[in-house]
């Protein structure tokens, strides 16, 4: 592929994974929470998801990323806070997982409802994407 193909390609897949993004922390964040409730919910398997679904946050701000320094896309100054913003509430997250052992579903879950709040501001700043 040449470049503006590639860079074509990968501002759609920016756009569409965006979706996938927040989609998967909000269902994160619910499942998290109704695991709080019910610990019938809780299990590796919510944990492995909320793993992948955080992950897909530090993908999509590296894709983000790639297109503004790689192709010199213009982006929203808002776009760019919202993603940086849900690097830091990942990691912040993450910090404070062993001090609230005993809260760490409400923890996630609402770590998980904030990123995707976080996805759909950044969407609705930036609609046509980058």
């Given amino acids: 592929m040449t470049g503006p193909v590639l860079a074509s390609v990968a501002g759609r897949a920016h756009d569409w ?3 996938a993004v927040v989609i998967a922390n909000g269902a994160a964040g619910v499942w998290a929470l109704t695991a709080h409730r019910r610990p019938r919910w809780r299990g590796r398997a919510l944990w492995w998801f909320t ?3 955080q ?3 530090f993908a999509q701000a ?3 990323t790639w297109l503004v320094a790689g192709e010199g896309r213009p982006v929203p100054d808002l776009h760019a806070l919202y993603g940086f913003s849900a690097l830091v509430a990942v990691a912040i997250a993450y910090g404070y997982r062993h001090q609230l052992r005993h ?3 409400l923890l996630y ?3 998980g409802l904030f990123l995707m709040g976080l996805g759909i501001r950044a969407m609705i700043v930036d609609p046509v994407g980058l």
């Fill in 55 to 57: 992950a897909a946050v």
């Fill in 51 to 53: 793993g992948a679904a």
């Fill in 62 to 64: 590296g894709l983000g």
């Fill in 17 to 19: 994974f965006s979706w």
């Fill in 103 to 105: 809260r760490l579903h």
């Fill in 109 to 111: 879950g609402g770590a």
